[in-house]
């Protein structure tokens, strides 16, 4: 086979699941590559896309090519990061626990008779790797979470972020505060609220500050603006992973791998296997339940704007604080980047009714009723630096 570049380990993805999985293979001493879909982020990608949604949202199809993706489904919505660092480079950096109920779910997998007790160590090493820090910052979208939280009778859940994937040490280059010196140099928070569109300070633990770092150092390479086509098994026992450019989208060498990992998100890893088993029959044994027991958040977003020329979002982190209202709620105030401020489109009237296809129609009903506010809602205000 010409061309063909041969590793002993291909990991497809470098995000969350992508980037764990090559820093460990490359402490075992394997030969690592991670092709990665997105680009390498430098500052000014960042810069452009906290303040235009064109320089943030990777959709080629329509000729945009940032740095978070947002796929809309019948029944969810699913964001995530096309970036070298994946999802961790458009997160909040919040690090919380799932609750014991969380694992006594009737569909929570029973390989396991204690979940909980079983991930402890592996939480403790991701809050480690990850940089895990309470957040010290209060402004005045918490004062006003406080004020929600003792109106709806919980004043007493509400506080500060306790764990959360952020540096809010000295500013400026300063040291490693994580790695002995193996990592490389930070910055502290610089409270600015923008996190959501990537962190321009290099305050934000994303991958590319940990886990991928320490992977390049082990040797590991990334290849970003890759797109996988194809994972064809053969005789010998290796894979042959087609390829092809992100951006030009013409074929690159493939790849001949003895272990390959998926790790391109959820949609991405549903929609490559998916397409092995029933488009090119590459892997035509997948499983006949691929796809089917994906869990979401469970978040629901709903945004607040405020009057023209008001500002509450450069105060802190996208996450500074939360309250739980009941056992099964969980709320958190988020700031967002100007770049966000397409998410007012999304705004509409909050109703309630006994189903999901009553609340449809009673959404559209009050949008009816009052036609002036729903066009007002989706007009930029000048002064306003997101929803």
Sequence with gaps: MRDVQEVDCLVIGSGFGGAVSALRMAEKGYGVVVLEQGRRLQREDIEAGG????????????????????????????????????????????????????????????????????????YAMAEKMLGAAPNPARGLQDSWLLGTAQAMQAGSSFGGIASQAIYFGQRGEGVDPFFGGEGPKRSGCQHCGECLSACRYGAKNSLDLNYLYLA????????????????????????????????????????????????????????LLSHCREVSRSLPKLSATLGQRV?????????????????????????????????????????????????????????????????????????????????????????????
Excluded at 218 to 240: H, N, Q, S, W
Excluded at 343 to 361: E, F, K, Q
Aim: charged share 20%; hydrophobic share 40%.
């Design 51 to 122: 303040r235009s949604v064109r320089r943030l949202i990777w959709e080629p199809a329509l000729g945009l090519r940032g740095h978070f993706r947002q796929w809309i489904f019948a029944d969810v919505a699913v964001v995530g990061g096309v970036a070298v660092g994946g999802g961790s480079q458009v997160f909040a950096g919040v690090l919380l626990q799932p609750q014991a109920t969380t694992f006594a779910s009737a569909e929570w997998p029973r390989a396991e008779v204690d979940w909980r007790s079983a991930l402890v160590p592996h």
């Design 216 to 271: 390049e150092k082990k040797g590991a390479r990334v290849v970003p603006e890759t797109t996988v086509t194809d994972i064809v098994p053969l005789a010998d026992g290796r894979y042959r992973v087609l390829v092809r450019s992100s951006v030009g989208g013409e074929a690159k060498p493939p790849y001949v791998a003895r272990k390959v990992i998926v790790a391109a998100g959820v949609i991405g890893t549903v929609d």
């Design 295 to 387: 869990r979401t958040n469970s978040e629901s977003i709903v945004g607040v704007l405020l009057p023209p020329g008001q500002v509450a979002n450069a105060d802190g982190a996208a996450i500074t604080s939360h309250f739980y209202p009941d056992a099964t709620t969980h709320i958190t105030q988020n700031r967002f980047p100007a770049s966000f401020a397409y998410m007012r489109w999304t705004c509409g009237p909050l109703v309630d009714a006994a189903t999901p296809r009553a609340r449809r129609w009673q959404t559209v009903l009050t949008m009816l009723r009052e036609p002036g506010r729903v066009c007002a809602t989706g007009r930029p205000a000048t002064g306003q630096r997101g929803p």
